[in-house]
């Protein structure tokens, strides 16, 4: 079993930051992608960014060029940086890790976006 588990959500301004993290625990062999999605109410849940084992990226088109994703293979983790954030960011953000070929993910956490 492999648990799944974010953290940094909450309220900021439109044009603040907010940096979210998740880490992975378990039953590990090895994570073979890791990655970000959100659900914003009434919305489907969709891709914001997710990143490989070889470091390739890739990202959703309305976060391009102020979301950043990250990742520590040897701890487990994935972050995600965001950077202007605007108030249709808004949403429950969800970390997602895939290994072998089961996928898992966490909870969900809030960011809201709004003066």
């Known amino acids: 079993q492999v648990q799944v588990v974010e953290s940094g959500g909450g309220l900021v301004q439109p044009g603040g930051s907010l940096r979210l993290s998740c880490v992975a625990s378990?039953?590990?062999?090895?994570?073979?992608?890791r990655g970000w999605y959100r659900q914003a109410p009434g919305k489907p849940r969709e891709l914001v960014a997710r990143?490989?084992?070889?470091?390739?990226?890739q990202y959703s088109d309305p976060v391009k060029g102020r979301f950043t994703i990250s990742r520590d293979t040897a701890k487990n983790t994935v972050s995600l940086e965001m950077n202007n954030l605007k108030p249709e960011d808004t949403a429950v953000y969800y970390c997602?890790?895939?290994?072998?070929?089961?996928?898992?993910w966490g909870q969900g956490t809030q960011v809201t976006v709004s003066s």
């Open positions: 378990g039953s590990i062999v090895s994570i073979d992608t």
């Open positions: 990143v490989t084992n070889y470091g390739n990226t």
């Open positions: 997602h890790v895939g290994v072998s070929a089961y996928d898992y």
